[in-house]
């Protein structure tokens, strides 16, 4: 009987170990996709803010607008707009190198 319950709360402790090791990584990576989400909604709104400054109406003037992702080996995001009068050309837009200028 010994033995059955020295097994027993092993595999409770086993368990136990199990099951926060998979809820700090369930954590971790939720926080990651909530930071990557805000850091594209960000970049959204700054190349609004940018394109309001030349003199665009983001209403009247844009069919599309996308985040996406354009980095080959380190994370890049890009915002690509399509112009109603320019609907076959694609322009991209992301920040200057180390700065937060579009």
């Known amino acids: ?22 809820s700090v990584l369930v954590l971790l990576i939720g926080i990651r996709l909530l930071v990557v989400h805000i850091e594209e909604g960000k970049l959204k709104e700054d190349t609004i803010s940018y394109l ?31 112009f109603i009068d320019e609907p076959t050309v694609d322009y991209f837009y992301t920040y200057e190198k180390d700065t937060t200028h579009i």
């Open 1 to 22: 009987m010994e033995l059955i319950e020295r097994v027993w709360s092993h595999y409770d402790q086993t368990n136990v170990i199990i099951l926060i090791v998979l």
């Open 52 to 82: 309001e400054e030349k003199g665009y109406d983001p209403n009247a003037d844009i069919k599309e607008i996308a985040v996406v992702d354009i980095g080959e080996d380190e994370e890049m995001n890009a915002v690509v707009v399509t």
